[in-house]
T-cell receptor, first 114, second 115 residues
Framework: DARVTQTPRHKVTEMGQEVTMRCQPI?????VFWYRQTMMQGLELLAY????????DSGMPKDRFSAEMPDATLATLKIQPSEPRDSAVYFC????????????FGPGTRLLVL | GQQLNQSPQSMFIQEGEDVSMNCTSS?????WLWYKQDPGEGPVLLIA?????ELTSNGRLTAQFGITRKDSFLNISASIPSDVGIYFC???????????????FGKGTHLIIQP
C-alpha cells in the first residue's frame, strides 16, 4: 500500500532552534508539495517541486524557510530560526504530472515552537 | 489569488441523515477535489472531478463539478459514525498556467454526528 511518509510526526522545540522535516513521496510520483495547516489559515501551499526542481515557493517565508529535494525519494523542509508563529501541522503531498493534480497527503508533522 | 468559500463551516446531524456541503470559487477552476481529514491524519482524497457538469459517486458519496466551473458540491447519504471528520474542497485555478500546480483549499466543513 503506497503512501507518503513524513518524519518526525511530532516536534516540540524552542524558539530560535532549527527544525527539519522530512518527506518520502510515493515511489514514481514526480511532484512533491509542502503545505502548512493552522486553525486560522487552513491549508496553505508553501512550495512544490517537479522532478526535484523547485517550481513555486511563493507561499514560503524566504528568510527562515527552505525546501529541498536531495533525491527523488526525499524532500526536506527546514525552518531556521523557528518562531512560535511557525507552530502548525506541516503536510507533504505527492502526485504525478498530468494526473489532474490529484495529490496524496502524508500524515503530517505537528510542530510546536515554544 | 483565488479564494474558495466552503459551507457550512460545521454540521451537527443525526446518524442516518443525508449531508450536503459546497464550495464556490472566485475564479474558474479546471479541477475540483474533495478530501476528508480524520483527527491526527492527513487529508485523504475522496472524489476527483475534471469536467464541468461531471457527477461522480464513491459509495455513499456523490460530488458534482458545477456547470459554471466556479462551484462544486459533495453529498453524503445515510451518514454513519465513521463519516465524522473535516471535509475539504480543493481546486486548481484554470488560469494558473505554468505556475501554481498546487491546490487551493477551502476552510473545511466539520461534520459531527450526534448519537
Amino acid at each position: 500500500d503506497a503512501r507518503v511518509t513524513q518524519t518526525p510526526r511530532h516536534k516540540v522545540t524552542e524558539m530560535g532552534q532549527e527544525v527539519t522535516m522530512r518527506c518520502q513521496p510515493i515511489l514514481g510520483h514526480n511532484t512533491v508539495f509542502w503545505y502548512r495547516q493552522t486553525m486560522m489559515q487552513g491549508l496553505e501551499l508553501l512550495a512544490y517541486f517537479r522532478n526535484r526542481a523547485p517550481l513555486d515557493d511563493s507561499g514560503m517565508p524566504k528568510d527562515r524557510f527552505s525546501a529541498e529535494m536531495p533525491d527523488a525519494t526525499l524532500a526536506t523542509l527546514k525552518i531556521q530560526p523557528s518562531e512560535p508563529r511557525d507552530s502548525a501541522v506541516y503536510f507533504c503531498a505527492s502526485g504525478t504530472q498530468g494526473s489532474g493534480e490529484t495529490q496524496y497527503f502524508g500524515p503530517g508533522t505537528r510542530l510546536l515552537v515554544l | 489569488g483565488q479564494q474558495l468559500n466552503q459551507s457550512p463551516q460545521s454540521m451537527f446531524i443525526q446518524e442516518g441523515e443525508d449531508v450536503s456541503m459546497n464550495c464556490t470559487s472566485s475564479s474558474i477552476f479546471n479541477t475540483w477535489l474533495w478530501y476528508k481529514q480524520d483527527p491526527g491524519e492527513g487529508p485523504v482524497l475522496l472524489i476527483a472531478l475534471y469536467k464541468a457538469g461531471e457527477l461522480t459517486s464513491n459509495g455513499r458519496l456523490t460530488a458534482q463539478f458545477g456547470i459554471t466551473r466556479k462551484d462544486s458540491f459533495l453529498n453524503i447519504s445515510a451518514s454513519i459514525p465513521s463519516d465524522v471528520g473535516i471535509y475539504f474542497c480543493a481546486g486548481q485555478d484554470a488560469y494558473s498556467g505554468g505556475g501554481a500546480d498546487g491546490l487551493t483549499f477551502g476552510k473545511g466543513t466539520h461534520l459531527i454526528i450526534q448519537p
